[in-house]
């Protein structure tokens, strides 16, 4: 009897996992993995779409800063268009000029924009600085 009673202690009193638990954690498993899975696709397109604002507003600053160190004479020549080697790596990239009257006879409103396409959307960046006759800080 000692021999039986020796062989049913060391059978192992746990139970394995059953298919409902097994079914039941793959599912949370998926779920977890689709929430994350998205939050990086997100994440990504955000990075994508922030670093072309950067390079819009990077162009049109340097836009800016090429029209401001010239002759005010010649900014009034300017046409409506710039180009700019960095807007072929934005889809459709392009580049306008605007001129308009300042408030003085001597000072007119540059307004420099870039546009492009994201995802089906068109993008715009603007900036927008005022020229005198003077320059910058001269007085």
Do not use: C
Not at 27 to 49: A, C, H, P, R
Not at 116 to 133: A, E, L, S
């Amino acid at each position: 009897m000692n021999v039986v009673k020796a062989i049913q202690n060391q059978k192992n009193p746990q139970k394995g996992f059953s298919l409902i638990e097994v079914l039941i954690a793959i599912f949370i498993l998926g779920i977890v993995s689709v929430t994350l899975i998205s939050v990086f696709i997100y994440g990504f397109n955000v990075v994508f779409k922030t670093r072309q604002v950067f390079m819009a507003t990077q162009i049109a600053q340097e836009e800016v800063e090429l029209v401001r160190n010239m002759n005010y004479d010649d900014i009034l020549l300017l046409g409506s268009t710039y180009t700019h080697d960095s807007l072929s790596e934005l889809v459709n990239g392009a580049g306008a000029l605007s001129i308009e009257s300042g408030p003085g006879d001597d000072i007119k409103k540059l307004t420099v924009s870039v546009t492009w396409d994201y995802q089906g959307t068109n993008m715009r960046k603007d900036v927008v600085t005022f020229v005198t006759r003077e320059g910058v800080n001269k007085k």
